[in-house]
């Protein structure tokens, strides 16, 4: 097995388990240098895990590179040349390190994070939650389902049930933490519904209920003891206004508002752009970007070196996605 498999193989196992690492590629080595053009590595907020970019010269600015990346999502190009150590510069829309190693030689690398895919918890058993539980994961969204004493047999895609809405494990909040939660109860146990939904840590949370209904729920929360930033943050009536009617349709509307704010979450002065675990919408996950980081993914070049590398980062991200589909 070449490298380039195994670092494949281990990416793949990085998605599943939802880990956000950087895959770095080697552009360009000017000897004498230990790596070359074509070697990957991948690096977590650990350090490198799997591949070769290079000996204990290049690591150090790979590693610290590739950390900003997995913050800011921006994809970056670095260049490590011979030079004062710890110097960083921008030189063309590339970020340079310096280095002091005897051996010498220059590398040219880039830099691509790419982030774990938000779940979507759905609560409820009820047709829609089903019809919700069908469709989300076909957008790219990891479905968790939340249904109490529910059939396991009616959500066969969702990635995991629970059966009790009640007391929510640890590991459930872990995987479904920062994601996304639409409270599907439809007047079948909607105050148990709303309270496992805000035991998780989500990014937000959506009620598919009536604005009135919605309201009077809220209050009771409220005077419940529910933090009541949280519940007043609540997302109800909840989905796109397309008409919807069948559970089929109000499925569409609402996932259209978890697309909407999905991807809104993801704007960004970045010009290069990340890919996701699960799909290739590019989305960064934050716009802060660390002082001194240049997000811009295109050095200005002779023309035979900036068509060059274009087309590879092109065909890095045609082959990130066939990794991670697959």
Not at 21 to 37: D, E
Not at 95 to 115: A, K, N, Q, R
Not at 140 to 166: C, K, N, Y
Request: with cysteine.
């Amino acid at each position: 097995m070449n490298q380039s498999h195994q670092v494949i193989q281990t990416a793949q196992q990085l998605g599943r388990e939802g880990i956000a690492y950087a895959l770095v590629t080697v552009l360009k080595a000017l000897p004498p240098a230990s790596a070359k053009p074509g070697d990957k590595a991948l690096v977590t907020q650990a350090g490198i895990i799997e591949g070769w970019i290079g000996g204990g010269c290049a690591q150090p600015a790979v590693i610290k590179t590739a950390r900003r990346a997995l913050v800011d999502g921006c994809s970056r190009i670095i260049r490590i040349s011979p030079a004062e150590e710890g110097v960083e510069r921008e030189l063309d829309d590339v970020l340079e390190f310096g280095m002091t190693c005897h051996s010498g030689g220059t590398l040219e690398l880039f830099v691509d994070p790419v982030l774990p895919q938000p779940t979507l918890t759905v609560i409820g058993d009820t047709p829609l939650s089903r019809a919700l539980s069908v469709l989300a994961p076909r957008l790219g969204l990891p479905t968790l389902v939340i249904a109490h004493d529910a059939d396991a047999l009616q959500f066969p895609d969702a990635q995991e049930l629970l059966r009790d809405d009640q007391d929510i494990p640890e590991a459930f909040k872990a995987v479904a933490h920062q994601g996304f939660v639409i409270v599907a109860t439809q007047g079948k146990r909607d105050m148990q519904g709303l309270r496992a939904s805000l035991a998780i840590q989500a990014r937000h949370r959506f009620f598919v209920a009536s604005e009135r209904k919605a309201q009077v729920l809220k209050a009771a929360l409220i005077q419940a003891g529910e933090d009541a930033s949280l519940v007043e943050a609540i997302i109800a009536p909840a989905g796109q206004p397309i008409g919807a009617q069948t559970p089929q349709e109000i499925a569409l509307s609402v996932l259209a508002a978890v697309v909407s704010l999905k991807s809104s979450a993801g704007a960004s002065p970045c010009e290069g752009q990340s890919t996701y675990l699960s799909d290739t919408a590019c989305q960064p996950k934050t716009s802060k970007v660390p002082e001194g980081v240049s997000c811009k993914s295109r050095p200005s070049e002779s023309p035979e070196e900036k068509t060059f590398k274009k087309n590879f980062v092109e065909k890095q991200v045609l082959n990130q996605k066939s990794c991670c589909d697959a």
